[in-house]
């Protein structure tokens, strides 16, 4: 994943983030923002892995077969 993209899955959710602070109390506060933290944290994870499984072929032979008679 490129800086840019994770700035701009951060900055989708930036709204977000601001209206937190318009919560009465810290306990409000406090589970908006770890559940926002943690839906960029898994956008952030399944980008990083689609990224990785679109460069390796899990199916690829790992070594070559043993040619001695």
Known sequence: M???KYLAICASRYDELEA???RDN???YEVGLERIWQDIGLQYL???LNEMSATTDRRKKKRL???AP
């Open 65 to 67: 077969p043993d040619l």
């Open 20 to 22: 937190l602070k318009s």
């Open 26 to 28: 810290f306990y409000d």
């Open 46 to 48: 399944e980008a990083s």
């Open 2 to 4: 490129t800086k840019e």
